[in-house]
């Protein structure tokens, strides 16, 4: 569910009770993890956590680099992790530190869905989003955009 909200608080202040508290509950992790360099804004109708345009602006749409997201969706909440996708193994290794952590795993391309806040190992969470700076992640994205343009050519 896309939302208008222009930000953060207003967003937040829109969920439910439940939702508000588990979104805020997730934020908070990932403000305390989120290494310096990123913003919180809200972009595509939910939190997001990018490389502001002022300091990367050469981005295939024109748009800030996406590092994480969360929203608030019909019948879940999300967190997006693009980072797990981005580098190679670190989707697998997700995987198995969520699985082992015994919490119910569902998730698609970088998108964690979880009903509850108790469905998400925070901790994982946690170590998730510290463990990739902006250097890094301009970096791979610089990687990945090039190989797209030579298998093109």
């Known amino acids: 569910m896309r939302s208008d909200a222009a930000t953060v608080v207003e967003y937040l202040g829109g969920l439910p009770e439940e939702r508000r508290e588990a979104l805020q509950a997730v ?75 015994g919490k119910r795993y569902d998730m698609g391309k970088s998108c964690v869905r979880f009903r509850r806040l108790d469905d998400l190992p925070l901790g994982l969470v946690g170590r998730t989003i510290a463990a990739v700076s902006p250097d890094a992640f301009i970096e791979r994205y610089e990687q990945v955009r090039a190989g797209a343009r030579r298998s093109r050519l």
């Open 27 to 101: 934020r908070d992790v990932v403000l305390d993890n989120l290494p310096a360099g990123y913003e919180e804004t809200m972009n595509w109708g939910m939190i997001s956590y990018e490389i502001p345009l002022g300091v990367y602006p050469d981005t295939y749409n024109g748009k800030p680099l996406m590092y994480a997201a969360l929203a608030s969706q019909k019948n879940y909440m999300s967190l997006y992790l693009t980072a797990v996708y981005a580098f190679p193994g670190a989707a697998d290794e997700f995987e198995r530190e969520y699985r082992a952590s």
